[in-house]
C-alpha cells in the first residue's frame, strides 16, 4: 500500500498521519474500552458512538414498523367457493404475541447476556454486539414483512368466517371474485384487517430471525466447529432452531397461515439473521468466532473524549520521540562499530 501525501486523511478515518492511523485508534479503542479508571457511563456512550448509525437505523425501522401497521393495505378478491379459505376461526392462538415476544427476542436477550456478561467474562462490548444485532435484525425482518403483508393481502385460511358472508350469498357470474364488501363483519374490524395479511407468516419470520441469530451466537461462542467433538454444544445449538419450527407450526394448528406463508417467513427470518450476525461476527469456522469484529471506521471524535483524544496524540507523539531516538543511537552505535574495525 502506497504512503499517504502528508496532510492527506485515511479514507476510514478521517484523520491525517499526523492524527494517527486506523491501527493506533483500533487500539485506543481497546484500551479506553477496558480502562478499570474509566466510567462505565462513558464506555458505554462511546460504544453507542461509535455505532450510532447501526441504532438510528434501527429506531428509523422500528417508526416505519408502526407505520406500516396502521396502514389499510390492499385487500385481494376472493371466492366464497375456495376451500383453502373456509377453516374455522380460532380465537386463542396456541403462541400469542406476547409469548412470540418473549421466545423471539426475550429468551434470546438473556442468553447472550448470561454467555457475555456470566461466565466469567463480563464482556460489555460482546453483549452489546449480539443485542444491537438481534434489533437490527428483528426491525428488518418485521418491516419486511409488514410490508409484503400490506402489499399482497392475501386471506388466510379462516378468512370466510372472520368475514361471514351473508347466507346464500354466490360469487358473481360467470367468473368472478367477492370483495370485502360482502362481508357482513365491520370491514373496519380489526378481525377483517388481519384477514388479509397472511403472506407471509409473521410469527414465522420474528421466530426464525430471532433464533436464528441465537443459534448462530452460540455455535460461535461454544466453538461448535472446534478441534473437539462435543454433542452437547449441538444439542445446545440445535434448540432455537427447533423451537422456531414448533411457532411457524403452531400458525398452521391455528388456521391462521398456508403453509406457502410459513416456509416464506421461516426463510425471509433466517436469511436476515444470518446476514446480520455476520455483520457483526466472524464465521465459525474462524478462530476467533465468538468475538466480534470492531468498529469499521473509529473517528477519535466517535471513540474517545476530546481530553482522552489529546492524551492520546501527546502518547504518540512520545512513542514517536523515542522511536527516533532509539534509531538515532542504534545509527552511533553501528558507527563506532565501523569505525572500531576499520
Known sequence: ??????????????????????????????????????????????????????????????????????????????????????????????????????????VPVMLQATVSLGLSRLDWYDFHQSALGLLLTHGITLTVTTCVKISVGRTRPDFIDRCQPPVGAVDPVPYGLNSEAICTTSLDSALIKDGFRSFPSGHSSAAFAGLTFLTWFLAGHFHLFGDRARVWVSWI??????????????????????PTDVIAGAILGAVVASSIYHQYYPPLWA?????????????SSLVMTPAEREHFLRGCDNAAGDLESGRAGDGEASGRHTSTAV
Open 287 to 299: 478462530g476467533d468466532g465468538h468475538r466480534p469484529y470492531k468498529p469499521s471506521a473509529p473517528p
Open 1 to 106: 500500500m502506497s504512503p499517504r501525501a502528508p496532510g492527506t486523511p485515511d479514507s476510514r478515518t478521517g484523520l491525517t498521519e499526523e492524527e494517527g492511523s486506523y491501527d493506533t485508534l483500533q487500539g485506543s479503542w481497546e484500551q479506553n474500552k477496558n480502562e478499570p479508571a474509566g466510567s462505565v457511563w462513558a464506555r458505554a456512550l462511546r460504544l453507542l458512538r461509535a455505532y450510532a448509525g447501526d441504532w438510528i437505523l434501527t429506531i428509523l425501522l422500528a417508526g416505519t414498523l408502526w407505520s406500516l401497521n396502521r396502514a389499510y393495505g390492499f385487500r385481494s378478491p376472493f371466492s366464497l367457493d375456495d376451500k383453502s379459505i373456509q377453516y374455522r376461526h380460532i380465537p386463542n392462538e396456541r403462541v400469542p404475541t406476547a409469548l412470540l415476544i418473549a421466545c423471539a427476542f426475550v
Open 237 to 258: 445449538v440445535a434448540t432455537p432452531p427447533l423451537g422456531a419450527c414448533l411457532i411457524a407450526i403452531s400458525r398452521l394448528m391455528d388456521n391462521r397461515h398456508h
